[in-house]
Each structure stands twice: as structure tokens, then as C-alpha cells.
């Protein structure tokens, strides 16, 4: 297997955990770090063992053939577009960017210049997820009608010591933590056609209740609770709850109604987890368990591979081979979300202007060919 030098710019929180688990993959070498903060480059190198360049070297770095992008959202189509005009496959952290032009301008960049670029969430990649797909595309409960995603709680202001920027343009439930439910969606019933909803903030403010700034209140200034209504290509619609205003909340991540049967999908912020199944009359029951690699618990009774949608990009480009996080998934998934956010803001139905193919399926061999 060929490796690629991996790059990173961004060495913060999440940083972490990408360094950590790229050693799984075969495709993956990590080379060097950067930061616009010296000091957090310098601390993630010493911590796994690799050099920490200035942004500048980094570009510029000849040993590095992919960089990853793990900076802020707000930051990350300024940072992949320094990365494609530097000559670098881009890989970027959620959500790729926070507009349409700013992710059709990667696409045609990334295509002038024959370059790969891939953008998170990979858990759809995840064994849980997996399952799901395989059991939708054997027909185990028919062609899909429709569905409920619910992603509810009370926003970050009681773990974040900053979370400011949570409630920003830019942010907010849909960005946030959306694209790993819209993503998995396309990936399970394709192409989203239309959206609609209804978009408000409950509170003007949140106090934050933890950490130094305990007790300061942050504004308010994007939606924090969004119910959308998903009209997709194949004719399935399907329901998003998305809200940082609620409490406590008894529906499931993900129900997807077949017309001989339902399926319900665990959490898609996760690569693992239980699939089940009911179909007719029948109890709801487990799907039996599948020898997926990307559902083994490896962290507690987590199953965390994050990176696995970087490996499938380092191995595609190895290979000569499309990848699954691709740019037309992540902007097509920008497409929905901002559009999701414009049709609250204008209480009306937006029509989307792009489209994108199902990412390939990641079967257990397949997924067993990027392990190291
Ligand atoms: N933290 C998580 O658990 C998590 C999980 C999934 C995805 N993500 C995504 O990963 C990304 C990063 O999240 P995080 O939690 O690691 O954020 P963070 O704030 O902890 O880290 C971001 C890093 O980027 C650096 N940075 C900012 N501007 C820069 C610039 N112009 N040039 C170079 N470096 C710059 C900062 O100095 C910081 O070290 C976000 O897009 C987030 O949505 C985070």
C-alpha cells in the first residue's frame, strides 16, 4: 500500500483524536502539524511524534501529500483554498464550508488543478450505518417512503468553556451537528430535492455554566431550534428536528419507514451501534450482528475511525479511484443545510441547485482493505 504524507493544519480539540487513530489505516502517514498558534502545533507534534511546521512550511512541505483541514468552521474554505493552491489534496473537517459558492469554488479549484478533496463526517462509514445501507439495498424493508431524524438537547454552554461560537452564523444545531444526520441520509436514500422549515431561536441569550467564564451570558444570533421537511429525489420525506432549546426528549436519532417495514438507525455522530428492524406485524427487533470493522467498539463501547473517510480519499488517490466523502457530498449537503436555514428565515419551500450520486457502499472487506 502506498502511503501518503498527511498534514494537518488546526491543533486543537479534535486534532487529537485524528492523530491518534490515522495509524489504523494503511494509506495514512502522518507527517507534520501546523497552527496559527505555534505553541498548540509544537505540543501536538511532541505528543505524537512529528514535527511542527508554520502553515507556510507546511504548504510547502514536499513530504506532505494531503493536508487536512481542522480548523474552525468559519476558517476552513480560506484554509482548503490555500491548501489546493498550494498543490495539496484537501481534506476538510464539518461542515467543508458555510455557503454554496464558497464549496462550488473548492469543486472547480480542486478540478483545474486535478487535485482530491474530501470533507468529513466520515461516520457514515461507520459499521452501524453500513448495515443500514446494506439492509435498504437488498429491499429488507422496501423502497424508503420516509422518516423522523431527531437531534435535540441543550446546546454546549454546560461542558464549552467558549462556546461563543455555537451560537453564531455558521453554527447552530444544522451546522453543527447536522451534517453527520444529512450526510448519512443521502448516503442511505440519495439526493435531497427541496426543504422547508421553520427556524427560531427560544432564547436571546445562554449563560455559560462551566469553566472560567462561568456565569457570562453569550448572544444568540442564529436559529437554535429548526423542524425541516426533506423532500428527496427518490420521492421519500422525511422530518429533521434539530433544536439546542430543549430539555430532555424521547424520540429516536433516526426511524426510516419502508413500505414493508421501518428501520431504526442509531446516532450517525457515531460509526457503531445497534440497527433494528421491524417489518409488518413483527416485533422490532436487532439486526443480527455483522462482521463490519467500523463498528468494533475500540474506545470503551465506542466505535470511533475517524479518519476513515481520509483513508478512503488517501487509498482512492493511491488507486486512481473516486472516494465516498467526496465534494459532491459535502457540498451537496452544504446545499441542504444552508437551505434548510434560508427556508426559515423566508418561511418558504427552497428548491436545491445541486445534486450528488449515493456515496459507494463501504462493504467489510472493502473497509478491512484501508486497515493497516
Ligand atoms: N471537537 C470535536 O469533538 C469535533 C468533533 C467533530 C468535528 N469537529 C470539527 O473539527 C473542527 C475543529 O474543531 P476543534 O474542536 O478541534 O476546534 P478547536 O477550536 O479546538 O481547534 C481549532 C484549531 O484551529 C486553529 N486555527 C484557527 N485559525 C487558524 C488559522 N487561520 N490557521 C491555522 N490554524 C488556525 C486554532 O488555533 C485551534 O488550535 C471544527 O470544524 C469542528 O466542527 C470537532
Known amino acids: 500500500m502506498t502511503k501518503l504524507g498527511i498534514g494537518i493544519i488546526g491543533c486543537g480539540n479534535i486534532s487529537a483524536s485524528y492523530l491518534r487513530l490515522a495509524p489504523l489505516f494503511a494509506a495514512l502517514k502522518p507527517v507534520a502539524v501546523a497552527d496559527i498558534n505555534m505553541a498548540a502545533a509544537q505540543a501536538r507534534a511532541a505528543e505524537f511524534g512529528m514535527r511542527a511546521d508554520t502553515v507556510e512550511d507546511l504548504l510547502k512541505a514536499a513530504d506532505v501529500d494531503v493536508i487536512v483541514n481542522l480548523t474552525i468552521p468559519k476558517i476552513h474554505y480560506a484554509i482548503t483554498r490555500r491548501i489546493l493552491e498550494a498543490g495539496k489534496h484537501a481534506y476538510s473537517e464539518k461542515p467543508l464550508v458555510l455557503t454554496l459558492t464558497e464549496g462550488e469554488d473548492l469543486r472547480e479549484l480542486a478540478a483545474a488543478k486535478g487535485l482530491a478533496i474530501g470533507s468529513a463526517p466520515d461516520t457514515f462509514l461507520g459499521g452501524a450505518h453500513q448495515q443500514a445501507r446494506a439492509a435498504i439495498d437488498a429491499g429488507d424493508v422496501g423502497q424508503i ?106 424520540h429516536a436519532n433516526m426511524e426510516l419507514y419502508g413500505e414493508t417495514g421501518s428501520l431504526f438507525v442509531p446516532d450517525p455522530n457515531f460509526f457503531g451501534g445497534e440497527v433494528e428492524i421491524g417489518v409488518h406485524d413483527a416485533k422490532i427487533t436487532a439486526l443480527p450482528a455483522w462482521d463490519h470493522p467500523f463498528g468494533v467498539p475500540n474506545q470503551d463501547d465506542l466505535a470511533n475511525y475517524r479518519c476513515a473517510g481520509l483513508a478512503d480519499m488517501a487509498t482512492g488517490i493511491a488507486e486512481g479511484r473516486a472516494h465516498r466523502c467526496s465534494i459532491d457530498l459535502a457540498v451537496h449537503a452544504v446545499d441542504v443545510m444552508t437551505s434548510i436555514l434560508r427556508a426559515g428565515a423566508e418561511r418558504r419551500f427552497v428548491d436545491l441547485t445541486t445534486t450528488c450520486e449515493r456515496p459507494d457502499a463501504l462493504s467489510p472487506d472493502e473497509a478491512r482493505a484501508l486497515l493497516a
Not at 193 to 202: M, W
Not at 221 to 228: G, Q, V
Open 145 to 250: 417512503i420516509g422518516g423522523t431524524c431527531h437531534v435535540m438537547g441543550h446546546g454546549m454552554e454546560s461542558w464549552h468553556p467558549n462556546p461563543d461560537f455555537f451560537y453564531q452564523p455558521g453554527a447552530g444545531p444544522i451546522l453543527d451537528i447536522g451534517p453527520y444526520y444529512v450526510t448519512n441520509l443521502i448516503q442511505l436514500l440519495g439526493p435531497v430535492k427541496s426543504v422547508t422549515s421553520l427556524a427560531t431561536a427560544t432564547f436571546a441569550k445562554r449563560t455559560i455554566s462551566n469553566g472560567p467564564r462561568e456565569g457570562e451570558t453569550v448572544p444568540v444570533d442564529t436559529p437554535t431550534n429548526i423542524h425541516a421537511l426533506l423532500d428527496f429525489t427518490n420521492g421519500a420525506t422525511v422530518t429533521l428536528g434539530a433544536s439546542w432549546d430543549v430539555w430532555a426528549h424521547r
